[in-house]
């Protein structure tokens, strides 16, 4: 439906007559498959917004809990911005890996009659995903680390492992458990 203006040449305010804007001539039409896709790249927009609040909140709590535990476990103190500075990126690295954990959860359900081939897939899964990111943050909080002049390599990449693997396979199964849930709740009558 076109928008309404009053005629310019109508001289008594009681009879002013709305006229179609002449602007809009024509039935007003709408192009299906770019507003299917307008709200698709809208919903995909959301979605990605979500991964990236969720795994920022993340970042924060944990980098509250180094904030506070690194005292007690290191004896010296580390600033709030070196905490968040190590625990954000950390937990960006999950939000990429965010897609490819939502497909194997939905590829491998947990669902009556599946959930032994589903596990069978999700623990070595679980355990190899959680290396990579583990491998990565490690990569990108710590790069001296991997210079061969620090002679650190080998030592620093085992503590990292110690300190974080198995947190971090318990946030894919998180990340997992989340999806299922959610697609449980949504096929319920």
């Given at each position: 439906?076109?928008?309404?203006?009053?005629?310019?040449?109508?001289?008594?305010p009681?009879?002013?007559?709305?006229?179609?804007?002449?602007?809009?001539?024509?039935?007003?039409?709408?192009?299906?498959?770019?507003v299917t896709e307008s709200r698709a790249g809208s919903a995909r927009s959301r979605q990605i917004l979500l991964?990236?609040?969720?795994w920022t909140a993340a970042g924060f709590f944990?980098?509250?809990?180094?904030?506070?535990?690194?005292?007690?476990a290191a004896g010296r103190t580390i600033s709030w911005g070196r905490a968040l500075a190590v625990n954000v990126p950390f937990y960006y690295l999950w939000a990429l890996l965010t897609p490819l954990l939502v497909s194997l959860a939905?590829?491998?359900?947990?669902?009556?009659?599946r959930w032994g081939a589903s596990l069978a897939a999700h623990v070595p899964l679980s355990l190899a995903l959680t290396a990579l990111q583990l491998v990565a943050a490690n990569a990108l909080l710590f790069p001296a680390d991997f210079l061969p002049?620090?002679?650190?390599?080998?030592?620093a990449m085992t503590d990292f492992f110690r300190m974080n693997y198995h947190a971090?396979?318990?946030?894919?199964?998180?990340?997992?458990?989340l999806v299922w849930a959610y697609d449980i709740s949504r096929s319920a009558p």
């Amino acid at each position: 439906m076109a928008p309404f203006v009053p005629r310019r040449d109508a001289l008594d305010p009681e009879a002013v007559e709305l006229v179609p804007a002449a602007w809009s001539a024509g039935p007003l039409e709408v192009d299906a498959p770019r507003v299917t896709e307008s709200r698709a790249g809208s919903a995909r927009s959301r979605q990605i917004l979500l991964i990236l609040a969720a795994w920022t909140a993340a970042g924060f709590f944990f980098g509250s809990q180094l904030y506070s535990l690194w005292p007690v476990a290191a004896g010296r103190t580390i600033s709030w911005g070196r905490a968040l500075a190590v625990n954000v990126p950390f937990y960006y690295l999950w939000a990429l890996l965010t897609p490819l954990l939502v497909s194997l959860a939905r590829r491998f359900p947990l669902a009556r009659g599946r959930w032994g081939a589903s596990l069978a897939a999700h623990v070595p899964l679980s355990l190899a995903l959680t290396a990579l990111q583990l491998v990565a943050a490690n990569a990108l909080l710590f790069p001296a680390d991997f210079l061969p002049a620090s002679g650190r390599g080998l030592t620093a990449m085992t503590d990292f492992f110690r300190m974080n693997y198995h947190a971090n396979v318990l946030t894919y199964w998180v990340v997992v458990g989340l999806v299922w849930a959610y697609d449980i709740s949504r096929s319920a009558p």
